[in-house]
């Protein structure tokens, strides 16, 4: 029967706050906003001139990247 219904599913989020971003990489805001300004950013004023920061799915994933190769690094070899 084509009429049956789908089990439901959580529609996948389009943005993410700071908060909800930083959760999500298993990060505090702090190491967040630190990850934020090592790569993203070119100084403290630009983090200023952000009024209210969202994050789509593709920038976590750059994110996510960016934090496990600071992991990488630091660890010894």
């Known amino acids: 029967m084509l009429n049956q ?17 930083a959760q999500e990489l298993g990060l505090s805001i702090d190491e967040f906003r630190t990850l934020i300004k090592s790569h993203i950013v070119d100084n403290e004023e630009d983090v200023n001139n952000i009024p209210v920061a969202s994050f789509h799915p593709s920038d976590l994933l750059l994110l996510k990247l960016l934090s496990s190769r600071n992991v990488d690094s630091t660890v010894p070899g």
Request: avoid cysteine; proline fraction near 12%; charge should be neutral.
């Open 5 to 21: 219904a789908m089990p439901a599913t959580k529609p996948a989020k389009t943005q993410y706050s700071e908060q909800e971003a």
